[in-house]
C-alpha cells in the first residue's frame, strides 16, 4: 500500500522542513546586514520563498503519480535519472549532517555544555532514523501535530512578551539601503529553497493537485515565523543587541517572567523548536535515504537507513572542528549548495521536461497513421 | 424442519486452521461401538454419563444420550429424561417403520422436548458436541445421532464489573459465559442487523469465538479483516481475550493497547452502535473491540451517562494525568539536574535544601522509589483483599515517611512519585496506564542523562512511533492526525448527544454515519409548539 499524506500534512512537512533553521541563526544575521529594517528583508524573503514553492509546486504538477526517480528515469532516461538522484541523495545526506552537527552545537552552547558532541550528535540520529523507520506517513502526522503545537505556543509566547514589545525601535522604515535589505534576505532565501523537497514528497500526497497550496501555505508559515522572530527581537531588544545574539529566538523568550514563579521559561520554547527539529532531521534523513535507495536499487530500506545513520553520526561529531561555526556555515558556505540543488537543478529539471515533452508529441503525431 | 443436517452450532461457524486434520470415524449402525467409540473419544472418566433406553414401539430398539455432568443444565437433562421415559413406554400403533430409522425420527420429531437440535454423523462431530456441553443421542441402527443443546453448569452471575466501575450507569458486566455475554449485548441491542460469527479457536480447548458487528454500520473491510485474523491462529489453547489479542494486533512491538477490551455490555454496546467490531472470548468477561484509536482509552462509558460538560472536563483531567503519570518525574530529575535555573529562587533554596545529605543523585532516588511503588502495586494486586490495607500501611509509612526520616530519599520525590501514582489511576484502561508505567521509567533515564532535550528526544521517539501506529488498518493517532474535524466531537471534549449527529468517520461504515435525526436541541420553542 502506497502511503498517503494529507494536504494539511503536505503543509505542515513543509514547514518544519524549513523553519527550525531559519529561526535558529538567520535573524541575527540579517539584523546584523539590515539593522531595524531586517523584518522587512523578511518578507522579502518570503515573497521569493513563495514564487521559489510556486515553480516547484508547477514542476511536480508534471508528474503522474510516479516517485521522483521514476519520474526522472521516465523522462530522461535512466542514467540522468540515477545521476540526478544519486546528487540529490548526496546532497541531502550532507545537508542532513550539517544540520544535525548545527543542532548539536546549539544543544551544547543552550544546555548541554558538558555533555559530548558525539552524544549529542548519536541521540539526534537515532531519533531521526527511528522516526523515518515509521514511514513517510508517520513523520507526516507528527510534523502536524507539531504545527498544531506551534500554533498554540506562538500567541502565547507573544503575549507573555506584549508588555516587552517597543515598536518605536522599528522606526524609521525604510531606513536601510535597498541593496542590504536585498543581501540580508538572501540567507533566508537560500534556507526557503528548501522547499524543494517537495519534489519527493509530492507523489505521496493524497491530492496531488493541491501541491501547489501545500508548497505555498508551508512556505508562508515558515517564514512568517522568521518574520515574527526578527519582529519580537528588534522590538524587545533593538537593533544594536540583537546581532550580538547567536540564537535571538531563544534571548527572546529568556526574558519572559511569568508571576514571579515561573522565569527562564526560553527551555521550554527550545524543547519545542527541538520537536520541529526533528521533523526536519527525519525529512533530511528520509529523503537521502529515498533517493539513495532507489538510485542504487538496494533491497532494504531499513538497513539503508541504519547504514546511512551511522555515516551520519561519524560525519557529524567528527568532519567540522570542535569550533565549527554553525551560523556562518548554514547562512553561508552553504548557500551555493542549496542554490544549486534546490534552485538551478529544478530549473534545469523543469526545461528537460519542456524539451522531452516537445519530443514525446513529436513521437506521438509520428506514429499516428 | 426441526433439526439442523449441516452443523452442530448455529450461524456462521468456523474453526480455526490446523485442526481436525485426522480422518473422522463415522457413526455405524451398531450402537455399543458407537458408544465405546465415544467413551474412548472423550478419555473415559467418571463423569461422562451414558444412559440407555429402550422404546416399546419400535421393537425395544435400545438407544442412548451421553453427557459430561457438570457442564449440562441439570433441569434441562432431568426434563429430557423425563420426556424420553415417558414416550419409551407409551405404544404407537400407526408407526410405519420399527427399526432404528423409525425411532430416530420418531425422537427428533415427537418425542425430544429440547428447542435447538442438530445432527451428526461422526464420532468427532459427536465427541466435540459433549465436550461443549451437549447431549448426544445414538440410536441403535442408525448412522446418525442427535445433538442436544443442553449446555449449562454452574457459572458466575453477572455481577457489577470489577475494573471498570461507574457511579451512574448499568451495573451489570461480562461473565465467562459466551451466551450469557451474547445475551447481554442482545439485551441492549434489539437490532435484526446485529451479527454473531462464531469461530473455535485453541486445538486442545477449542474456545468459542464470536464476532459481533453491526451490519450495514461496521465496516466489511474490517470485519473481514477480523476474520482473517482470527482464522489464521493456529495456537493448542486460549484461555483469555488476551491470547487473540497479541496475535491479531497490528503491531507486535509496541507497549500501547491496539484493541480495546472491557468487560462492560454497555461499553461493547456503545462500540458497535460507532461502527466498532467486538471479539467475544469464551471463558472471560473481557471482550475486544476493533478498530481503536488512541483518544478512545481516555473515554468511560460513565461519560455518555452525565452532562457533556462535566463529561469534557475529567477527560481533560484524564488527559493530563497520562501526561503526568508519564513525564513527572522526568521533569523533575531533569529541571533538578540540569535546569535549576527555571525554577525560583525560594523553591530552589527549598528544594536544595531537602536534597541536602541525600546520598542519591535524583536519577536514582527516583527509580529507588518507582520501584519501591511498583512493587508495592504489584503486591497489593496478588495479596489476599484482606491483607490489603496493611501492604498500604507498609509502603505509606515505613517505606515513604521512614525513609525520608532516614534521609534517603527527600520529601520532594515522595511528593512527586505519589502525585505521579495517583495520576495512572485516573486513566481508565488499564492497559493504556501500563503504557504510561513502562515509559516513565525510559523518560527518566532520558531525563537524568540528557535534561530537557533527553525527554523531548524520547517524546519525539513515542509521537513517530504512536503516529505510525495502525488498529486494523485505521490510524491510531485520528482524529488529531490525520486530522478529522468532525471526529474531534467526541475526543477531549464530548459535545451534547443533539449535536453528535454522525458516528465517528473512518472508523464505521462512511456511507451509514448519520445516527440521530436533525434539530434535536432542546430549546424553549419546543414547549411552546
Redesign the interface.
Known sequence: MKPAI?T??TVALIQSAVTPTLVLAVPSVMVTIAHHDAWISGVIATIAGMIMALGIALICRANKGQLFLEWMESSFGRPIGVGIGLFIGIYYFNSFCVIVRTFADF?SDI??DS?PLFM?TA??VV?AA??VM??I???A??S???L?LIMLIVPISVFVLYTDIDFKRLIPLFDTSPVRLAIASFPPIGLLSEVAVLLLINPYMKKPASVVKAGLLGTFLGSSQLVLVILLSLTIFGQQLVPFMSYAFVNVMSIVEVG??????E?FT??VW??TM?IKL?VFLFAAVHCIFHSLRLRSERHTVIGLSLLAIVTSASEWPQDMESTFMTTLVNMPVLLITNILLPILIALGLLVTRRKRKQQGGMRKP | MLIDKTSSKPGKQTTSSGQDKQPEQVLLTDMDINIERLHRFLGGGEDVVCRTLQHRSFDNTRYAILYIDGIVEGTTINTLLLSLLDDANNSYTNEKSSEGAGLYHHLTEQSIAIGKLSEVSTIEQAGYSILEGSTVLVVDGSLRAIVMDTTGGKTRAVEEPSSQTVIRGPKSGFTENLRTNTSLIRRIIKSPDIRFDYKMIGRQTRTNVAVVYLEGIAEQEIVNEVHRRLDKIDIDGVLESGYVEEFIQDRAFTPFPLLQNTERPDAASAALLEGQVVVMVSGTPFVLIAPVTFAKFFQSSEDYYQRYDIATFLRIIRMASFFISMLLPSLYIAITTFHQEMLPTSLLISLAAQREGIPFPALLEAFLMEITFEILREAGVRMPRIIGPAISIVGALVLGQAAVQAGIISAAMVIVVSFTAIASFVIPAVNMGIAARLIRFVLMILAGTFGLFGIMSGLMILLAHLCGLRSFGKPYMMPFSPFVPSNLKDVLIRVPWWAMRKRPLNISNDSNVVREGAGQKPSPDQEGA
Open positions: 494529507s494539511l500534512q544543544i544546555v548541554l555533555t549529542l541521540i539526534m531519533v527511528f522516526t515509521q514511514g506517513e508517520a513523520i502526522r507528527s502536524f501535530l507539531v498544531i514571579e514563579f515561573l522565569e527562564r521559561i527551555i527550545v524543547s527541538v520537536l526533528y527525519a
